[in-house]
C-alpha cells in the first residue's frame, strides 16, 4: 500500500497569530473532488487538558480569568469525581467540532484553475468545503494548546478564557439582557483557538484581548453572534479558512467568497470542448 500524498502538502500554522489563537494544522484534500463533490479544507487543533485540582485536600482556591495581584480573583474549586474529568474533556470536544465543522464553503475565485476537475480536460470548476478537526491530545508535546480545567464548587462565580474552563462550560447560558439567546463559553473560546476574535463592532475590528462590554457586541446582531454573548454563525467567522486557503494556494483570503450553504462544483463553459 503507498501513502496518500497531498498535492498542496500540509499546512503547519505558526507566526505572531499565535498570541490571539490561530495555531493549527491545515490539509487541502482534492483528490475527493469530482463533478458533484468539492476539495475538503480541514483545520485540526489538537488540545491538552490538564485536569486542576486542590493543592491539598478535596477542596481549595484558583485564580480565574480577572485575577491580578491588584485586585485578586481566587474561586472555590474541589476535586474532579471519578471519570467526571474525561466526560467534561470529550463532552467539549465532541460539541465544539460539531459547531464549527461544516459550516463554511469558499468559492474557488475563476482565475484559480487548480482545483478544476478532472486534471486532464476540466468540465467542473470545484469549492472548497470547510471542515474541522477538533482532538484530545494524550500528550502536551503533540497539543496545539494546553488548557487547564478546574471544578469549580458548587454556587461558585468563575470566569474562564480560551486556555482556562470549568465544568460549567458546556453548559448553555442566557449572557444578552431581555433576550433567549443562549451562549456557549466552549463555542466561542474555540473561536478563539481558530483565531477569530471578540465581535467588537460590526464584525469589522474582530477584537481580540478586549474584555470591555463593546467587544462583546453592542448592537443586538453582534452580541448575538457566537464571538459576542450568543451562538451565531456568520461568514466572516470562516475567516480561519480563508486564511488557510491563501496560504495553500496563494490566493488572497478576501477573494475566497464564504457560502453557508452548500455550493456545488460549477460545471465550466469550455465543458465538452475540443
Known amino acids: 500500500m503507498t501513502d496518500l500524498v497531498f498535492k498542496y502538502g500540509s499546512l503547519i500554522r505558526s507566526g505572531p497569530q499565535l498570541v490571539n489563537g490561530g495555531k493549527w494544522d491545515a490539509t ?27 493543592a491539598s485536600g478535596k477542596k481549595g482556591l484558583y485564580p480565574d480569568t480577572d485575577d491580578t495581584p491588584a485586585n485578586p480573583s481566587k474561586r472555590r474549586i474541589q476535586a474532579w469525581g471519578r471519570g467526571e474529568f474525561d466526560r467534561f ?11 464549527w465543522n461544516g459550516v463554511f464553503w469558499l468559492k474557488t475565485p475563476n482565475t484559480y484553475a ?4 478532472p ?54 447560558e442566557n449572557m444578552i439582557p431581555h433576550s433567549t439567546a443562549k451562549f ?32 462583546y457586541g453592542v448592537t443586538m446582531q453582534e452580541m448575538t453572534d457566537v464571538m459576542g454573548r450568543g451562538s451565531l454563525r456568520h461568514s466572516w467567522h470562516a475567516l480561519p479558512w480563508q486564511q488557510a486557503a491563501e496560504e495553500f494556494t ?11 450553504k ?3 462544483p460549477t460545471v465550466l463553459a469550455t465543458a465538452g470542448r475540443r
Open 250 to 260: 496563494g490566493v488572497a483570503a478576501k477573494d475566497w467568497t464564504v457560502h453557508m
Open 119 to 172: 486534471d486532464e480536460s476540466p468540465t467542473h470548476h470545484c469549492h472548497l468545503y470547510c471542515k474541522f478537526a477538533l482532538s484530545r491530545a494524550l500528550d502536551v508535546k503533540d497539543s496545539h494548546y494546553t488548557i487547564a480545567a478546574v471544578r469549580v464548587a458548587d454556587n461558585e462565580t468563575f470566569r474562564s478564557n480560551s486556555r482556562l474552563y470549568s465544568q460549567r462550560d458546556i453548559e448553555s
Open 89 to 99: 474533556a470529550n463532552n467539549l470536544v465532541a460539541g465544539a467540532q460539531r459547531f
Open 28 to 54: 487541502l484534500e482534492d483528490e475527493v473532488r469530482n463533478g458533484r463533490t468539492n476539495a475538503d479544507l480541514t483545520i485540526f487543533i489538537r488540545v491538552f487538558f490538564s485536569k486542576i485540582d486542590p
Open 262 to 264: 452548500h455550493i456545488w
Open 114 to 117: 487548480d482545483l478544476d476537475w
Open 184 to 215: 456557549w463559553t466552549h463555542f466561542h473560546e474555540v473561536g478563539h483557538l481558530l483565531g477569530l476574535g471578540h465581535v467588537g463592532h460590526g464584525a469589522s475590528r474582530n477584537v481580540h484581548g478586549d474584555n470591555s462590554a463593546q467587544a
